[in-house]
């Protein structure tokens, strides 16, 4: 029997490599299609888990996991050489930056090492991980013809790019549009009858893994350098004495020729922070310098610092040195009602904070304590008490279970990035 002929029939199972933020909703949702799924993991704390069903990612459906375990579909294991077990396999591993804002594609090339030599022929490799242009090609293709597959014939290989947004409700990952980039015209006819088969959404067809791979940093990169003029006009506003949400608000109303983008204390998440540095650092392959890209990432970088300045003239009015005032940062998490704290702004404001020797603390009802990436450190959250005991409150995230209006009432001064009281009039709010 043919591939084609075994994912029609849904005679195949489905190897997820990496069962992280893209991944384990990726491998529930070709479970709940009938499709039997094997999850490889080197995390065991992911994998007994997934294997007790237990979830740990906020866009999985805990009784959708569940559901799928005890009906057998899905299993967890860091053994690759159960990879002679599957027909199709997604990879789905993080693609991080390192120290120098490169590209660190270990985790591709460890995982495609390790399941190269254990795959039947006649198998679909996709890669999901956000990445660089060249990555498939340069990366997976070659890995499994040392392996002595040959890509078109007795493996078929292409891109597909993740398109995850933690905490939307209407966009999940079986109904959102997949893009798909083959290295053949029948990797691209394998991989568009797979994802046809799991989703409730188009599939486009594109001419190479080259162009889905650019196409997805093409998107995050739209709203990286969009964030960035927000946040500029931010800063320009300020010193205008204007507002830049009603600026924003008023932009909106035209029906044609401008899409709304916000300002923030930073950008965060997997994607916007990193994925144009990937671009930035292959364009310099062709001897092309990115100018517009580098420059919304030093805007964006530069926010949390800007942050940090505006809290010190809020209480510098008050009196108060920043050394020695008492400041409460309201949300941890990169955006609002979620628990994902990956690249979040308020790591740079803590390391500017620190640098002041600022008391503060952290108030966060989806986060209880993270690991801070860039210092180390570990942060507890506390429970949201006694506000008069503060100087400051910042707004960072604008979870939308916060008492708004209790808040506003305390009579502390606040610092909201996120216009998170708009519909409150006080005189001690201040918008960013």
């Excluded at 691209?188 to 997805?216: G, H, Q, T, W």
């Excluded at 990193?274 to 062709?286: G, H, V």
């Excluded at 404001?349 to 990436?373: K, R």
């Amino acid at each position: 029997m043919s591939l084609l002929d075994a994912i029609k029939n849904k005679n195949v199972k489905i190897g997820v490599v990496g069962l992280g933020y893209v991944g384990l909703p990726m491998a529930v949702t070709v479970a709940k299609k009938g499709f039997e799924v094997l999850g490889f993991e080197v995390s065991q704390y992911a994998i007994e888990h997934v294997n007790a069903g237990e979830n740990y990612i906020g866009d999985v459906a805990d009784q959708d996991l569940t559901d799928v375990v005890k009906a057998g579909k899905l299993s967890a294991t860091s053994d690759y050489s159960r990879m002679k077990e599957v027909n199709v396999v997604l990879i789905a591993v993080p693609t991080p930056l390192d120290l120098y804002h490169q590209p660190d594609t270990t985790f591709i090339e460890a995982s495609t090492r390790s399941m190269a030599p254990h795959m039947s022929k006649g198998s679909l490799v996709v890669l999901e991980s956000t990445t660089y242009p060249g990555t498939t090609r340069e990366i997976i293709v070659p890995e499994l013809e040392k392996a002595g597959f040959k890509v078109g014939e007795d493996v078929f290989v292409a891109f597909s790019p993740e398109r995850v947004d933690p905490g939307n409700e209407t966009y999940k990952t079986h109904n959102t549009p997949k893009v798909v980039g083959g290295m053949t015209a029948k990797c691209n006819e394998i991989a568009k009858l797979f994802y046809e088969s799991i989703l409730d959404a188009p599939v486009a067809l594109v001419s190479s893994p080259e162009v889905a791979e650019m196409e997805k940093i093409y998107e995050n990169t739209f709203r990286n350098i969009n964030i960035a003029l927000a946040n500029e006009m931010t800063v320009l506003c300020d010193r205008m004495g204007i507002s830049i949400w009603e600026v924003v608000d008023a932009a909106k109303t035209k029906p044609y020729g401008f899409m709304a983008f916000y300002p923030g204390p930073g950008v965060g998440g997997h994607c916007i922070p990193i994925d144009p540095f990937y671009l930035t650092w292959k364009a310099r392959e062709y001897d092309f310098h990115t100018r517009l890209i580098e420059l919304a990432g030093e805007i964006n970088i530069a926010m949390p610092e800007y942050v940090v300045q505006r809290a010190i003239r809020i209480l510098n009015r008050q009196g108060v040195a920043i050394s020695r005032a008492k400041i409460l940062l309201l949300g941890a998490a990169y955006k609002r009602d979620i628990r994902d704290m990956r690249e979040s702004p308020i790591e740079g404001i803590i390391t500017h904070l620190e640098q002041y020797t600022a008391d503060f603390e952290i108030h966060d009802p989806f986060v209880d304590e993270f690991h801070h990436e860039k210092n180390g450190k570990e942060y507890k959250t506390v429970p949201l008490g006694n506000l008069k005991k503060y100087d400051l409150i910042i707004v960072i995230t604008d979870h939308s279970n916060l008492d708004y209006q209790k808040i506003a009432d305390s009579g502390v001064a606040i610092l909201d990035t996120r216009n998170a009281f708009k519909q409150i009039k006080a005189d001690n709010i201040e918008l960013m």
